[in-house]
Nanobody
Framework: VQLQASGGGLVQAGGFLRLSCAASGRYAMGWFRQAPGREREFVAAISRSGAGTVYADSVKGRFTISRDNAKNTVYLQMNSLKPEDTAVYYC?????????????????WGQGTQVTVSS
């Protein structure tokens, strides 16, 4: 399985970015992030069909995960960005229909894309 994440960059606080992750098949998908010196943490996930989504409390109301199954692509729209959102963002794929917030439940990982939010 190949996962290609893109869309990261440098943005000012209050700004927005949209991350994309193209997969070589259809899976339940998740976005995670890892800041320097910290463990990888859950951000958002979406079921294989797109009917179910789940978010970390820290991003709820600001981030939206969605998918285009015709393109096997998952998106993370990030609005009202804060400096504490700065991290490398990873997309991950999970075999099965249902998403998960646990790192250990995911079977495949993309290479990561850097998001930097300046204050």
């Amino acid at each position: 399985v190949q996962l290609q994440a893109s869309g990261g960059g440098l943005v000012q606080a209050g700004g927005f970015l949209r991350l994309s992750c193209a997969a070589s098949g259809r899976y339940a998908m998740g976005w995670f992030r890892q800041a320097p010196g910290r463990e990888r943490e859950f951000v958002a996930a979406i079921s294989r069909s797109g009917a179910g989504t789940v978010y970390a409390d820290s991003v709820k109301g600001r981030f939206t995960i969605s998918r285009d199954n015709a393109k096997n692509t998952v998106y993370l729209q990030m609005n009202s960005l804060k400096p504490e959102d700065t991290a490398v963002y990873y997309c991950a794929a999970k075999i099965g229909a249902y998403s998960s917030s646990h790192v250990s439940d995911y079977d495949f990982w993309g290479q990561g894309t850097q998001v930097t939010v300046s204050s």
